[in-house]
């Protein structure tokens, strides 16, 4: 029998970042990470292996990093656990002192009548998959997709860019809807209008059409659609299998039930990343959230204090940043937007500000620049912020992302120090965060 210090179950971001953590922190310990196939994909590319990487190997996560740190790669599944004791599909068992749970989450499959025909794909994290949906797209025209969040609208727009005729069905008012306030979906599905889709809301299918492979879908207003492929992005569910044989305590929503320091139910075993229950930062109740940036976060916490706590957790719960570039246009959000102030009942106050990301706004490459910020009426710190524009868009939300968790103030945001260049950012007179802050500065009194 096989015994190790520290053992990584799954070879995602967490369980990637959570190994070469462990490694930094914990330099004399015996460190393995199981994992079910021979290579690890990139979450976030998997949509850009359909037209902008030329190949699938383009979007792989390299091992090199887990050997040059002497991490031992085992490539096998998980099939029971007891008493610090792994038992392995293939008969092999492994001794463990901590143990990691980083299986991740697996695709949800809407109950749609005919989802299992001929033709009917989702995006899965699974090499051998990709390359069916691939070759299959060789000979497909026009594709209809199911589900209108960031997945669905980034296949979406490789499709179209690749030459294809593409149909997005969402069941709600916008796109995006769960992650960005209507304004921005709308700018998104303009967008998309202009590069050729056909984009139907409020709208649900009932049925694939067809007789064993797909031809087409039915709505609930009894309208049919054709095409001759179908994508379901309905979303993903935590992995939580493991959990359920093994006696850890789950939630079949919201994912294997952990505490601030991701530790589970049962001594010396953690979880993290999409399999592992989030807490809402705002309110402390379980929100399902599932971002890579988020799941590498808790690796470097969890493979830091597997044996004592060495990193202090000072923000709790799950912020939710995340950005994307569909139909040339970059949106992001970080914390809560409008629509979730309202639900959660917070008082707040809006400031927004337009501008240009290069100064003055005639310079090649500029793009025009929109920033919707939340602030609390009350404590007047920052809640969140939605923004969109041009390449600028990623690290202008990271910046917002780290005034939330440090609960900055609309003064003290007012009053930033910051540095700019004509080629490199927005005018010091106009940079779009402390304008917008000072939008709602304007409305206290």
Known sequence: MKQYDIVIIGGGPAGFTT?????????????????????????????????????????????????SKNIDIIID????????????KSGEKIKYEKLVIATGSRVLIPPIKGVEKENVFCIKKDKVYLESLKKRLESKEKIIIIGGGFIGLEVADELLKGGKKITIIERLDHLLPLAMDKEFGDMIQQGLKSAGADIVTNAT????????????????????????????????????????????????HYGIIVDEYLRTSEKDVFAVGDCSAKRNCYTGEYHRIMLASTAMAEGRLVGSNLYDIKVMRKFMGVLGSFSTKIADIAVGVSGITEKDAKALGVEYVVGTAETFDRHPGKLPDASKLYVKLIFSRYSHTLLGGEVRGGNSVGEIINILSVMIQKHMTDMEIDTLQIGTHPLLTSSPIAYPIINATADAILKWF
């Not at 393995?32 to 699938?56: D, N, Q, V």
């Open 19 to 67: 190994a070469v953590s462990a490694r930094n922190t914990y330099t004399d310990k015996k460190i393995a990470i199981i994992r079910r196939e021979e290579i690890s994909m990139i979450p976030c590319g998997i949509p850009y292996i359909l037209h902008s990487l030329e190949k699938i190997e383009d979007n792989i996560l390299p091992d090199k990093p887990l050997n």
């Open 205 to 252: 299918v009932k049925e694939i059409l067809g007789d064993d492979s797909a031809t087409g879908v039915l709505l609930d207003n009894g309208k049919t659609i054709s095409g001759d492929m179908v994508i379901l992005s309905a979303g993903y569910i935590p992995n939580v299998e493991l959990a359920e044989k093994t006696g850890l305590q789950y939630d079949d």
């Open 77 to 88: 599944e998980v099939t029971d656990r007891k008493d610090h004791t792994l038992v392995l």
